[in-house]
């Protein structure tokens, strides 16, 4: 369907075209069966998941859905999609009663990663959730039970885990390459500093544009008259929590990984909005520092820290994870990564010459990671980046911005997944959702 014959239809529901008769969905696939996959949240990521997909030649775009007409005729109508064989849909609960689909991207605002995920599972589809996985610790924790009720293989994007040098570094750690690791940073620098978003005053609430479905976007977060500026979900606590859960869930996944760890014991965050006031709730300056237990590592422990500010980065890098050991200091991004050995500082170069400074080009991460979910659709073995594993980083990464939030240090208990001793702070662990959406 083009977007011309899209904008035709008589209404914003579900698209007047015939339910093609596909086969059941299905728990074993053979290496030659394509797998049907249907599009939740058409926006500029989803097309990059599907795209991705496509370029496989393993799947078969059988739908998508979106509250909001443009994005989805933008989809529909790519150069990429196979004409006229895609169906669109303004609610994806339309597309998840499809039996031709087997597997199903969520590519949503935040605040709607859970809900359609659990459905998918429900009705039987496999899920590539994009990062974070959820919006709360309870809501991710629901997914996960989600996912082993209905025996689903479910991914999230996390993509650094499908690296072919994020894999080899973190071999190189828990090998013992840099020592006993005592300190970890993930840092994030200058990114989303826009003109726009320099302004102090917010726009004026107006009525959304033609085709938009706005109390379907707001979803089960709280009803607020339409503003441009609330589409910029990671900036306001009801639908998204800044960076912290944008960025942190990459970052703070290659400190899980790396460390074998999976839960910190204390979290201590502060931060504000020291660069741009008015127009978002959540901060632009932030810091987060962890305790984590003993691990392979290090029987001691060891300290995270996860921070994001303006300015430029060391090095020029804009963000990365540096592990600092008793033998050596490691750098990594999705561009490469270096190690520089202890003795590689300038009292112990003078007394005994230079050492070697280690480097390694980055390794595409993208598609080798939809690549693993698509293999394990088919063998049903769990992918690189599990939902259980996910929901754990993600959590790490909800409870510093509930210690923000609370303007305190606290303790967490990782098989509660409660705070301790804390009853204000474990308020914030879940959320009123407005109907019908209070489903979990």
Sequence with gaps: MTRRDFHKSTTLGVTSLAMSAGPAVRNVMGANDRIGVGLIGAGGQGRFDLTSMLRTGQVDPIACADVYTLPLAMTLDAPTMPPGKTVG???????????????????TPEHWHGIPMIMACEAGKDVYVEKPTSHTVYEGRKMVEAAAKYNRVVTCGTQQRSGEHYQKVVELIQGGKIGKVTCVEAFLYGLGFTRENRKQVPPPDTDPPAGFDWDFWLGPAPYHHYNRSRRGFTGFWETGGGETTNWGPHLMDVVHWSMQVDAPLTVSASGARYARQGIYETPDTFEAVYEYPACPLNSAGFLARFSYHLGRGPDDNSYGTTFYGTDGTLFINREGYTIWPAAAIK??????????????????????????????????????????????TTSACLIANISLRVGRKLKWDREKEQFIGDSDANKLLNEERRKPWDVI
Aim: aromatic share 8%; proline share 6%; hydrophobic share 30%.
């Design 89 to 107: 849909y303004s609610d994806f609960r339309k597309l998840l009663e499809r039996k031709d689909i087997d597997a199903v991207i969520v590519a």
């Design 347 to 392: 009292d112990v170069w003078e007394t005994f010459g230079p050492t070697e400074v280690i480097k390694g080009p980055g390794t595409a991460q993208h598609q080798p990671h939809v690549e693993n979910f698509l293999d394990c659709v088919r063998s049903r073995k769990t992918p690189n980046s599990d939902i259980e594993t996910t929901h754990r």
